[in-house]
């Protein structure tokens, strides 16, 4: 199992109650598809550095997990069908990245 990490930034004209259902339709299709899902976060609104689809932000979001590779293009071909994704990345996480990863995470529990 690979460990990965997914930035991806929804519509801003969604509503909260949206973006929650949005967020949680695809953290179910990783876990339905036997991915273990290690941290998600709630970046919130922010501005775009550059207009997309005449939008100047967005909300974003982030999923770290571990799945099988085979699972990546299922989940961006969702990823595009989807209107209310205006952007997405999917990264694989090398160790040094797992390690900062984790070291990130620590900081944001120490600061809560």
């Known amino acids: ?7 991806f930034i929804l519509n801003p004209v969604l509503s909260d109650d949206q973006v929650k259902e949005t967020v949680k339709k695809y953290e179910d299709f990783l876990v339905s598809k036997g991915a273990k899902m290690i941290a998600k976060e709630d970046w919130g609104l ?6 997309i689809q005449n939008k100047k ?4 979001h982030l999923f ?3 799945i099988d590779g085979e699972v990546i293009n299922p989940l961006e071909v969702e990823f595009r069908r989807d209107e209310r994704f205006m952007r997405y ?10 390690a900062w ?3 990130r995470r620590v900081k944001l529990k120490e600061k809560a």
């Open 101 to 103: 990863a984790e070291r």
């Open 89 to 98: 990345l999917t990264v694989k996480l090398d160790k040094h990245a797992v």
């Open 57 to 60: 932000s967005g909300f974003y």
């Open 1 to 7: 199992m690979n460990h990965y990490e997914t930035v």
């Open 46 to 51: 922010k501005k775009l550095a550059y207009p």
């Open 64 to 66: 770290e997990y571990q």
